[in-house]
């Protein structure tokens, strides 16, 4: 498990548990990679 918390700028580690250090470089690079969509997303689901 990871839990992430937006800064206002961009997505910040607040947890991990039992998650590689390889594999959690693949998650870092995936959330950064599609910070835009995740916070579109959810901004349509809870600003509606």
Same mark, same amino acid.
């Given at each position: 498990?990871?839990? #992430?918390?937006?800064d206002?700028?961009? #997505?910040? +580690?607040?947890?991990?548990?039992?998650i590689?250090?390889?594999?959690?470089?693949?998650i870092?690079?995936?959330?950064?990679?599609?910070?835009? +969509?995740?916070?579109k997303?959810?901004?349509?689901? #809870?600003?509606?």
């Amino acid at each position: 498990m990871a839990k #992430f918390d937006w800064d206002g700028t961009k #997505f910040v +580690l607040r947890e991990k548990i039992n998650i590689k250090a390889n594999d959690m470089k693949k998650i870092q690079a995936a959330i950064d990679e599609n910070a835009d +969509l995740i916070i579109k997303h959810w901004n349509n689901h #809870f600003n509606n």
